[in-house]
């Protein structure tokens, strides 16, 4: 053993930063170093549980794994014991001196992304290891790494700027973390308050936790309870331990099956959807278990990407135990789970969308995001999803939303498409030109309100064998569909005036139009441009730059068709005003060109639009 001075490092910025808040602001529930401590101390359990498995040498092979609680009430300290797999010199500063792991670097992320707007979140949120200092003005890590050629060591720090490490002296594999409570939080250094801590907190925690020698849980999996002795505070309680979430969940699959491969498992929808609260992307959150033993925390693809908001835990018996993680990811058995988790979990979301459409409806409003996603990138469960879809749309009221099924169920007979406008929003598309054809002869538009959705079209094609179409494309025959129920319409324009002003337009409108015509689908608008589905809209050529997809993105918007409405004032005006007044008459053309692909979602930079619209302004102010 060398007797070498203390290593002094500094902590990694970031970590100085977690700390400072942890400290002095956030935090008003203290106890929940307990958690963060007991939760470490069961990961690094469960990894050598793990690690006992692959590895043939193991230091102190013969030690019971459990965890330790004890307490020294007069000197105010706390010491947490595990066996687990402990830490290397390179380990220590890793681990306790730089943000590298989970809890910790979503917390920072959500205080950079979500600002002082996400406290009360944030002040929920695990910042692992750390939070310790919120009571502790000196803690001190014990660690020997399961390694044979491991050695025993001392961190230690005051939680300022810097850590201090040492050699130690005859440490058992493992962590033994020393707390040297503050004045002021002393009272934790007590058995009937640890107690408490750990049964509210840590129940669920698979290895025995001990205070002063007694165990204070009882280790159950509760995965593989039968449903009936498990009871609906068991089961939330188990989410929260298990995903360290803040939330309820909203709802759970627990299910077993012995064929086409043995499973366990216990999978939740959680209440909130991280990733809409600007905590980046979400990692896979559903545990894979052989037997209780923990393979993989996280592993990658035991469900499709697009369900990574699930949370839980899978065990199945098959596993090979002493599979690598690597090999494991891309495994056969895998993808077996995966294809029957995948096909039970859309099944469970179909049942609540028919059996209890409310809490679908509201499953939907913070999760539909995955689905679509999932409907652009997994054609093997496309027809599931597209069942789950839910859309508003012109025959829904504001912010209710429609199956694709009931669509169909409500369109006419002669409807053989599903039509399907996008905008901003519900006002956006209501006020547009193109629904007014629509609304005329009562067929029903679903309205996209999200970029993706328009991927999601364009993925999915047809629903049920009616393909999906844009209510701007021009092929649509409308009549042949329903019979236009507009009765009383203004006067249009003579067909030779209406030609000549289209002939006008097209002039003056040159590269910007592919082609200009007159168009009795229009009731209260005086143009618009059709199929401008087939182009990008702005939205997407926002998106597309957004990811970094320059190629192929011209900066010039390609020629439109546009429609006129013979029957409007505005352009029963212009077809007269181009004769007497033909510059006003120009700008009025190019505005209304503008207008139409403002309403198109076309119109990326207003500038020109701007500047010219002053112009008309100016010229009219001139007549009065
Ligand atoms: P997280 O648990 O989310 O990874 P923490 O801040 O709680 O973040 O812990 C940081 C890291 O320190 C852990 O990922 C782990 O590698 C290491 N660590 C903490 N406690 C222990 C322990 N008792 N035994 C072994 N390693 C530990
Ligand atoms: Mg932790």
């Not at 001392?154 to 594999?173: F, K, L, N, Q, T």
């Not at 010039?556 to 212009?574: M, S």
């Not at 990326?604 to 002053?614: F, I, S, V």
């Amino acid at each position: 053993m060398s007797t070498q001075a203390p290593e002094r490092h500094e902590f990694q910025a970031e970590v100085k930063q977690v700390l400072d808040i942890v400290v002095h602001s956030l935090y008003t529930d203290k106890e929940i170093f307990v958690r963060e401590l007991v939760s470490n101390a069961s990961d690094a359990t469960e990894k050598l549980r793990h690690t006992q498995i692959t590895e043939k040498e193991i230091f102190d092979a013969e030690l019971e794994l459990e965890i330790q609680i004890s307490f020294d009430a007069e000197a105010g300290t706390i010491t947490i014991r595990d066996f687990g797999i402990g830490m290397s010199r390179e380990e220590l500063v890793e681990n306790l001196g730089t943000i590298a792991h989970s809890g910790s670097k979503a917390f920072l992320n959500a205080l950079k992304e979500g600002g002082g707007k996400n406290e009360n979140l944030i002040g929920q949120f695990g910042v692992g290891f750390y939070s310790v200092f919120m009571v502790a003005d000196r803690v001190e890590v014990f660690t020997r790494s399961w390694k044979s050629d491991g050695e025993s060591l001392r961190w230690s720090s005051d939680g300022s700027g810097a850590y201090e490490i040492e050699s130690a002296e005859g440490e058992r594999r493992g962590t033994r973390i020393v707390i040297h409570l503050k004045e002021e939080f002393k009272e934790f250094a007590d058995k009937s308050r640890l107690e408490t801590i750990v049964k509210n907190y840590s129940a669920f925690v698979q290895f025995p936790v001990k205070i002063d020698g007694q165990p204070v849980n009882t280790v159950q999996a509760i995965w593989l309870t039968n449903k009936s002795d498990v009871t609906e505070e068991e089961y939330k309680e188990f989410y929260k331990f298990q995903a360290k979430a803040f939330d309820d969940p909203r709802f759970w699959l627990h299910f077993s099956a012995d064929a086409p491969i043995s499973i366990h498992s216990l999978l939740y929808a959680p209440t909130e959807n991280m990733e809409g609260f600007g905590f980046g992307r979400m990692e896979p959150g559903v545990s894979l278990y052989c037997r209780k033993v923990l393979i993989d925390s996280d592993p990658k693809n035991l469900l499709p990407d697009w369900l990574r908001f699930v949370r839980g835990v899978v065990d199945s018996a098959d596993l090979p135990l002493n599979i690598s993680r690597e090999s494991m990811q891309d495994s056969t058995l895998v993808q077996k789970l995966n294809k029957v988790l995948t096909k039970r979990f859309l099944k469970l979301l179909e049942e609540k969308a028919n059996k209890e459409p409310e809490v679908y409806a509201d499953f939907w409003s913070k999760f539909g995001i995955f689905l679509k996603e999932g409907v652009t990138t997994d054609f093997t469960h496309r027809d599931q999803l597209l069942k789950l879809l839910r859309y508003e749309s012109s025959y829904t009221a504001d912010k209710e939303n429609t199956s694709l099924a009931d669509y169909l169920s409500r369109a006419p007979e002669g409807q053989k498409e599903i039509y399907y406008l996008s905008g901003p929003n519900r006002q956006a598309i209501e006020s547009g030109p193109y629904l007014e054809a629509f609304k005329a002869r009562n067929i029903e538009v679903l309205f996209l309100l999200e970029p993706i959705d328009e991927f999601v079209m364009n993925h999915a094609r047809s629903f049920e064998e009616k393909n999906f179409v844009s209510a701007d494309n021009d092929a649509i025959d409308l009549d042949a569909i329903a019979p236009d129920t507009e009765t009383e319409k203004p006067e249009a324009l003579e067909d030779s005036v209406c030609s000549e002003l289209c002939t006008f337009l097209k002039e003056q409108l040159g590269d910007g139009v592919e082609e200009v015509s007159a168009s009795d689908r229009l009731v209260g608008s005086p143009a618009m441009i059709v199929n401008a589905d087939k182009a990008m809209t702005a939205q997407m050529r926002k998106m597309m730059r957004a990811m970094q997809q320059q190629g192929g993105i011209e900066d010039k918007e390609p020629p439109v068709k546009l429609q006129i409405n013979p029957r409007h004032p505005l352009i029963k005006n212009l077809a007269s005003l181009r004769q007497n007044d033909s510059e006003l008459a120009q700008l009025i053309s190019s505005q209304i060109l503008d207008n139409a692909r403002m309403a198109a979602g076309l119109l990326e930079d207003p500038t020109t639009m701007l500047q010219r619209n002053y112009g008309i302004l100016e010229k009219l102010s001139e007549r009065s």
